[in-house]
């Protein structure tokens, strides 16, 4: 199904469509975008911080704002400006933010111009938005998402159906992201409308480089999904195609694109300038479509006075000027606000709840990971659970969501496609409307892909946006090797994982505490990954056992950052200074405990349970009492995370060590090797640490 605009057809309706109160209110802000670029080019020396104009897409852009509902959600680009002012945001707001100030809007001096972020209640929503092109596209598909399971379940009530619009540019359009979210847009048919902007430039690069076809053509193969065309530099053409767009997509609840052929009259950026790669020829060409003179000759034509026009460009003018000077004068963020809205505040401090309920049973991990979920889906109607394979059929590739398909129906339950990246970047979306995803991948092996959304819109978000939007999600990744699982299903990913700040880091080792941190990962409004380990899913690897725990009762919640001492070694022997501390996590804990029983009260073991929070403070205090320190990983040892930590705890403990922090881990290979001989030399196991523990308490 597809629209198709005839500009013939329309070329002697639409002023007659189009009011001139609105024709005029465009002018007005196409007056006040070109002044704004000409006071930034101006004062080039003062606006030092890199940024794009909308020159050239302004009547899109405005003719898209327009149309917009304080229920809707848009996700502007970096080119926007004109669609921020055409939903009601003032030049000295965007100018804050231009010049990094305190007051700026949307990231408090933090983001680029242009980059906004707003709930404010009369206007329509906008997530926080990053410079990464096309990347805004799965979390704003997740907003769409969102918004359609609220409405199926009847969660809220609208005013008007929301309608969802994201905006990109045509360059954006080749990456795979974004076939993603039009492939899950399309798919379940969400109420999302692409708008692609095309100046038929990416930075430097031209059309011919890039694509073989531009955003009309390339959607064609995505069934479901509806396209327009427009010429997105005619204001009257625009909102009547845009009108028609929102209206459809408000009323008939599906997806569209609409590509709209814009031109760029401004730099790239301030930092990419025109001159430096365009030539006159294809500058004369852009201006001759100049969107501000389109319709200023379309309005003298239908015989509105010169003068008018003319007032209305002075006054923008000089109400910029005014804007400007004010947000010059404006105060910089005080440097103590640096490391403000890294995360939200978490209600959950305390460890609360019934963990060993009197005649309770023995449950392994996977079960413990299933009831608290069934748990939490039975009280929360805004959790859902969606992922590879997490659906009725299987329920997981390791059976870790049996059940919870049958129970909950498929649309709080599903199935995804191979799409990491959606998987989780759509939690951005979705957590922004009040959901709360529990989204899986399939293996530790398979985050790589959704790595991207991860650093460039999760962990930012509420950073970025002022602790407007954190994004509440349970990301559940399986991890580590698990007896010939081979080098695409048992790595170890948690280095990578803790460079990412923003994000919550859990890696339970027992059952108990699994459903105690998943119920505390629920009700945390920040991005949380639950690392799960393979092999102490079912308790079948040997040595294992104690992963089964009787199962805490429904009320019990246990927060991150609380490390424990699960072997406690002989104080005597600890006052003789025979004693040692192994700090680990995940399979580390059975290592460590086997290893231990050959010392006799000499070893003492931490169980870190979460490493972002990491209680360092418990860390801290038992090295002190202990002098020595083996940190214990199954992930390759050369820049990991026990090294770094093995770092801080030498530099915070030094006057108390009697010997080096010692690190123990994988070999540092590329891969887990599938043969068993092979995973064995290459892993640490309880022997190897028995030998490491030898050798430092003879030290």
Do not use: C
């Given at each position: 199904m597809f629209f198709y605009v005839s500009l013939l057809s329309m070329e002697n309706t639409l002023h007659e469509k189009v009011s001139q109160d609105i024709l005029l209110k465009?002018?007005?802000?196409?007056?006040?975008?070109?002044?704004?670029a000409d006071i930034y080019e101006e004062n080039r020396n003062v606006c030092k911080y890199v940024h794009s104009t909308s020159r050239g897409h302004e009547a899109i852009q405005l003719a898209t704002a327009y149309q917009l509902k304080k229920e809707d959600w848009v996700s502007p680009y970096y080119r926007d400006e004109s669609i921020l002012l055409g939903i009601g945001f003032e030049p000295y707001q965007l100018m804050l933010q231009l010049l990094a100030k305190a007051d700026d809007p949307f990231s408090g001096g933090r983001s680029y111009y242009s980059h906004p972020s707003s709930?404010?209640?009369?206007?329509?929503?906008?997530?926080?938005?990053?410079?990464?092109?096309?990347?805004?596209?799965?979390?704003?598909?997740?907003?769409?998402?969102?918004?359609?399971?609220?409405?199926?379940?009847?969660?809220?009530?609208?005013e008007n159906n929301p309608v969802v619009i994201c905006s990109l540019g045509d360059n954006s359009m080749t990456e795979g992201e974004v076939s993603e979210a039009l492939q899950f847009s399309a798919l379940h048919q969400l109420p999302i409308i692409f708008l692609v902007q095309d100046n038929e430039w990416g930075i430097s690069v031209t059309k011919e480089e890039a694509r073989t076809c531009d955003a009309y053509d390339f959607v064609a193969g995505f069934t479901g999904l509806s396209r327009m065309r427009v010429d997105g530099t005619d204001f009257a053409e625009s909102f009547e195609v845009m009108k028609k767009a929102v209206d459809f997509v408000r009323t008939e609840r599906k997806p569209l694109v609409v590509c709209a052929k814009t031109v760029l009259i401004?730099?790239?950026?301030?930092?990419?300038?025109?001159?430096?790669?365009?030539?006159?020829e294809d500058l004369t060409k852009h201006r001759a479509k100049d969107p501000g003179e389109i319709l200023r000759n379309q309005l003298l034509e239908s015989g509105v006075d010169e003068e008018l026009l003319k007032q209305i460009t002075k006054k923008a003018r000089l109400e910029t000027e005014e804007a400007f000077e004010r947000a010059k004068n404006a105060e910089d963020p005080k440097p103590e606000t640096v490391m403000q809205h890294i995360f939200a505040p978490t209600p959950i401090i305390e460890e609360t709840g019934t963990r060993e309920p009197a005649g309770g049973e023995k449950i392994v991990m996977v079960d413990a990971a299933i009831h608290a979920i069934q748990e939490l889906m039975w009280k929360h109607p805004e959790a859902l659970l969606y992922g590879q394979d997490v659906g009725e059929r299987i329920g997981g590739v390791f059976r870790e969501t049996v059940t919870l398909g049958k129970k909950f129906g498929s649309k709080r339950v599903f199935n995804t496609a191979i799409q990491?990246?959606?998987?989780?970047?759509?939690?951005?979306?979705?957590?922004?409307?009040?959901?709360?995803?529990?989204?899986?991948?399939?293996?530790?092996?398979?985050?790589?892909?959704?790595?991207?959304?991860?650093?460039?819109?999760?962990?930012?978000?509420?950073?970025?946006?002022?602790?407007?939007f954190p994004v509440s999600n349970i990301i559940r990744v399986p991890i580590g090797a698990y007896g010939g699982g081979g080098p695409y299903h048992s790595g170890s990913v948690e280095s990578i994982l803790a460079n990412i700040k923003g994000i919550k880091i859990a890696y339970p080792s027992n059952a108990a505490d699994f459903k105690g941190l998943l119920k505390a990962a629920y009700y945390d409004p920040n991005p949380v990954i639950m690392l799960e380990h393979k092999g102490l899913y079912w308790s079948k690897v040997p040595g294992t056992e104690d992963a089964k725990t009787i199962e805490p009762a429904e009320d019990y919640i246990l927060p991150f950052g609380k490390g424990k001492v699960i072997i406690e070694a002989d104080k005597n022997e600890t006052e003789k200074g025979r004693t040692l501390l192994v700090v680990t996590y995940g399979m580390g804990v059975y290592w460590a405990k086997e290893a231990a029983k050959s010392f006799n009260g000499r070893v003492e073991v931490i169980d870190l349970r979460t490493l972002i929070p990491l209680d360092e403070e418990l860390v801290f205090e038992r090295v002190k009492a202990h002098g020595k320190c083996i940190v214990l990983t199954e992930e390759q040892l050369n820049n990991s995370f026990a090294e770094a930590f093995a770092h801080r705890i030498s530099k915070n403990c030094f006057r108390y060590l009697e010997a080096p922090v010692e690190t123990i881990g994988s070999l540092d290979v590329p891969a887990v090797p599938i043969n068993l001989v092979l995973e064995k030399e290459m892993l640490p196991n309880a022997e190897k640490l028995s030998e490491k523990i030898d050798e430092l308490l003879k030290h």
């Open positions: 465009a002018y007005n802000h196409m007056m006040l975008a070109k002044a704004m709930r404010d209640e009369n206007k329509p929503k906008i997530i926080h938005q990053s410079s990464a092109t096309g990347m805004q596209t799965i979390p704003t598909a997740g907003i769409a998402q969102g918004i359609k399971y609220i409405q199926d379940f009847n969660l809220q009530q609208f401004g730099h790239h950026t301030s930092g990419v300038r025109r001159e430096f790669y365009r030539d006159e990491e990246a959606y998987i989780i970047g759509s939690t951005t979306g979705m957590s922004a409307v009040g959901l709360k995803p529990i989204v899986e991948v399939q293996f530790a092996d398979y985050i790589y892909p959704g790595i991207n959304q991860l650093i460039t819109e999760i962990s930012k978000s509420s950073y970025l946006s002022q602790g407007k």
